[in-house]
């Protein structure tokens, strides 16, 4: 999430609009973007509803077995359609922010 | 050992080939703990050369402990479901309406039609749905 904020003009000049989502409340994303210097817009998805609907519920994947989102990336087009997905097997390991600019260089 | 430690770090720094980096930790570690019991056997069976027995098995059993750390620290990164039923590339992304960081919400068709900051009309979003609880 740091090399989205880091490359952010790039992104806007491809057209693509970042946003991160996760169970953490409106609070708790506005400290983080407070702290790490986020600019980007942060959804908050209180009990996983949304997270559910993508089907990628991390079950107890919490500090305290909270139900939490498993890393994911989706790229979607102005119809609303998935162009390029990224489900990572290593939390350690994401998508990077060049991977993802270059996905964001075809859409139409 | 300290060296399959320490590459962890790599991990923030960002190198390409993200990828092998956990394999990577893991050959090094391996390795580190061949050179740990090859260390021990010359110590036990030449101990008229190699002195220190005692700080030469404390020393082990940090790197074991280490070695330990860091099987855990993998097994945990790699334990996350697999997503079958998530949207594939070239279906529709479900509609969704969430509250952003100031409680206000947003929808995906919004954030689809809303212009940029730059004031051209988006092609796209990208949505990263991240863990949370930092």
């Known amino acids: ?108 | 050992m300290l060296l399959a430690v320490l590459s962890n770090a790599l991990f923030f720094i960002g190198v390409p080939g993200q990828r092998v980096l956990p394999w990577l930790i893991l050959l090094l570690s391996v390795v580190a703990l061949a050179l740990v019991i090859a260390g021990l056997k010359r110590v036990f069976s030449q101990s008229q050369i190699y002195r220190g027995k005692v700080s030469a098995v404390i020393l082990a059993v940090l790197s074991l402990l280490l070695f330990g750390f860091g099987l855990l620290a993998s097994y945990s990164g790699r334990n996350i479901p697999a997503a079958p039923g998530a949207p594939q590339v070239g279906q529709k992304a479900p509609e969704f309406s969430l509250s952003d960081s100031n409680g206000k919400p947003v929808s995906l068709s919004q954030l689809l039609s809303a212009p940029l900051a730059n004031a051209s009309h988006p092609k796209g979003v990208l949505l990263v749905f991240y863990r949370g609880y930092w």
């Open chain 1, 1 to 108: 999430m740091r090399g989205i904020e880091k490359d952010l003009n790039e992104f806007e000049a491809v057209g693509v609009r970042p946003v991160a989502i996760s169970v953490d409340s409106p609070e708790e994303s506005r400290d983080l973007s407070k702290k790490a210097g986020y600019t980007y817009t942060f959804l908050s998805d209180p009990g996983a509803k949304v997270t559910r609907e993508y089907h990628l519920l991390h079950v107890a994947g919490g500090p305290e077995k909270q139900d939490i989102s498993r890393p994911a990336e989706f790229l979607v087009d102005s119809s609303g359609t998935v162009r390029w997905v990224n489900f990572t097997e290593d939390i350690r390991v994401r998508a990077r922010a060049e991977e993802m600019i270059a996905a964001a260089r075809t859409l139409p």
